[in-house]
T-cell receptor, first 114, second 113 residues
């Protein structure tokens, strides 16, 4: 069974731009969670989507948004990029949801904001 | 919300020795505690997990112990090998915070051949 895939793997953007990242969960998994990983803050939870609905949200500004499609694939969008948004963005999928089952991570998208 | 602390931040051991990484959590209602290994350029990989109704779990050279009273859990790696070198993260699933996961800050383990 294929693992969690994320595209693109690397992105370079400039301040003020917006970016969209994509995540395809493990087949059959209906929950997708997104995390931001930085050296200073570690892994921080952004949001979770389950059956196309945002089920949980972390403490990030409204510039960070996401959505999930009927095939469980998910996208996250960051608008008006800031230098501090440079990070590794990870998505994780689970079968029933982060509250009820194990999460499996993708390789991440490395975002650099110049 | 939940707060997870992880120690040490870096750990060096000789090949063949044991490594222990400790985490504490604040939410007594947390009920699921996974451990992840992250190698350079890769996403975190689940290596072992434990639920709150179990005190210890072992998988070959890796074991995890949970002390619910003291609210801490530990990862034990025995007979370490160079390929064990990576960053290890503990996590706790908060039960009173929408069931989201909270991660420790990571331990960089180096196994010296």
């Amino acid at each position: 069974k294929a693992g969690v895939t994320q595209t693109p793997r690397y992105l370079i953007k400039t301040r003020g731009q917006q970016v969209t990242l994509s995540c395809s969960p493990i087949s059959g998994h209906r929950s997708v969670s997104w995390y931001q990983q930085t050296p200073g803050q570690g892994l921080q939870f952004l949001f979770e989507y389950f059956s196309e609905t945002q089920r949980n949200k972390g403490n990030f500004p409204g510039r960070f948004s996401g959505r999930q499609f009927s095939n469980s694939r998910s996208e996250m969008n960051v608008s008006t990029l800031e230098l501090g948004d440079s990070a590794l963005y990870l998505c994780a999928s689970s079968w029933q949801g982060a509250g009820t089952d194990t999460q499996y991570f993708g390789p991440g998208t490395r975002l650099t904001v110049l | 919300g939940e707060n997870v602390e992880q120690h040490p931040s870096t750990l060096s051991v000789q090949e063949g020795d044991s490594a222990v990484i400790k985490c504490t959590y604040s939410d007594s209602a947390s009920n699921y505690f996974p451990w992840y290994k992250q190698e350079l350029g890769k996403g975190p990989q689940l290596i072992i997990d434990i639920r709150s109704n179990v005190g210890e779990k072992k998988d070959q050279r890796i074991a995890v112990t949970l002390n619910k009273t003291a609210k801490h859990f530990s990862l034990h790696i025995t007979e370490t090998q160079p390929e064990d070198s990576a960053v290890y993260f503990c996590a706790a699933r908060g039960a009173n915070t929408g069931n989201q996961f909270y991660f420790g800050t990571g331990t960089s383990l180096t196994v010296i051949p």
